[in-house]
């Protein structure tokens, strides 16, 4: 009855103890049927975002952007929502900017959609668009939506560099105003100290 009992205690422990190899084993057979990703992929997984260098039945090996390797178990990849970048093989930049509320805004979005359109890795199939999003503290602020024909980081980073230089010298060319934050003082308020003390 002991060694029963011993046998059933240590099979229970070694259930507990197999539970998750067994369910990041069942979850590498479905990555591998399923194919939500693959190597090369550029995909957003929890918190960690990067490329996909290995997916094998245990666990899912990304490195990040910053260059670290990150080892992820398939569990955790199967139950959770995956953004996959590369899927089809499109990425959307979104850029914010703010203008002056002398502005022209139909002025502001002609020259803006001018400044970036012949950024060579755009899409020519998407249409870059411009939307004005709120009234702002001291500026209207506007975003700028553009698709890029590749899923890669290194691509990403520079069209959104090239998007911010284009912008503002078009908007420096054009006299357009990108506002400083502004802050009115009130020194005549009840209780509050005037400006020359």
Do not use: H
Request: hydrophobic share 45%.
């Amino acid at each position: 009855t002991s060694i029963l009992a011993g046998a059933g205690i240590l099979g229970l422990a070694l259930a507990f103890a197999f539970q998750d190899i067994a369910a990041n084993f069942m979850s590498g057979i479905f990555i591998s049927f399923r194919k939500p990703i693959q190597v090369g992929d550029i995909v957003k997984l929890q918190d960690y975002m990067g490329k996909i260098k290995e997916v094998n039945l245990r666990d899912t090996v990304m490195e990040t952007f910053q260059g670290q390797t990150v080892i992820i178990p398939n569990k955790e990849v199967f139950q959770n929502a995956i953004e996959n970048y590369s899927y089809i093989n499109k990425r959307r930049l979104d850029l914010s900017v703010g203008v002056s509320y002398g502005d022209d805004l139909e002025k502001v979005k002609q020259i803006t959609i001018d400044a970036v359109k012949n950024i060579a890795d755009l899409s020519k199939e998407d249409e870059i668009t411009v939307f004005f999003n709120e009234f702002g503290d001291s500026s209207i602020n506007l975003s700028i939506r553009m698709w890029m024909n590749t899923a890669e980081q290194a691509v990403y980073n520079e069209v959104r560099s090239l998007a911010i230089i284009n912008i503002k010298k078009a908007y420096d060319a054009n006299d357009i105003m990108i506002p400083f934050p502004i802050r009115t003082l009130d020194f005549g308020i009840k209780g509050g100290t005037t400006i020359s003390e």
